[in-house]
């Protein structure tokens, strides 16, 4: 299979939107955004999960099998065959939930007249991760292809004359941007004991959206509305 790109002449359309949205990539939601105006959108990546799991798990399996026989013979190489055709198939399911969740993404940033797009680093996460976790941590990241989601979201905004940068997003969402505490939440509901209440995901959009506005992370109001999409 080859793939190319090239330039199709088009000029990118002029957007006359005023909103800024923070984006926070991530791997049960694979895109939470928040915009200036608190409207919020979480787009789930379960799908994508369970593809890398069931990819994972019958990787196992055949190299458990292929562990057994000798290296060339012609059982391995039916082995091998098939670990090449399951790495393909997989490949192409996650570039579809891929292609589409950026396109709802997308979408939305029109219907919300966002002119400008504004997502969270995971490098500096790494950086800040302890050594003794950081093969777990890294781990989950090379599942969450940020890369190809960033890839694809940055033509696909382009196309609608929308900008988009990166910041870094440490403490994003574990700080209270009305206390400024800091911790952890595995719920989905992020909670502080000042009474701060937010959706996990959306927490981490507000936070990057914050510091990309200000430079800190500051409380942006309550949110007026989230919307909730999945990808079938």
Known sequence: MVSMSYDDGKAAAVNEGREVAGVDLGEIHSIAATTTANQSIVITGRKARSIHRLRNKKLAELQKLMSKCKKGSRQ????????????????RQLQDVIHKTTKQFVQWCVESDVKEVVIGEVEGVQRHTKKTKR?????KLSNWSFGKIRKQLAYKLEEHGTSIKA??????????????????????IYSCSCGYR???????????????LHGEIRYLGKTQTIKYLRIA
């Open 76 to 91: 391995w190489k039916k082995y091998k065959r098939a670990k090449t055709y399951i790495l393909g198939k997989s490949e």
């Open 135 to 139: 093969k777990i941590v890294s781990q």
């Open 167 to 188: 910041i870094d997003e440490s403490y994003t969402s574990q700080q209270c941007p009305y206390c400024g505490r800091r911790k952890k939440s595995s719920a989905r």
């Open 198 to 212: 937010e959706h996990r995901d959306v927490h981490g959009s507000k936070g990057i959206l914050s510091k990309y």
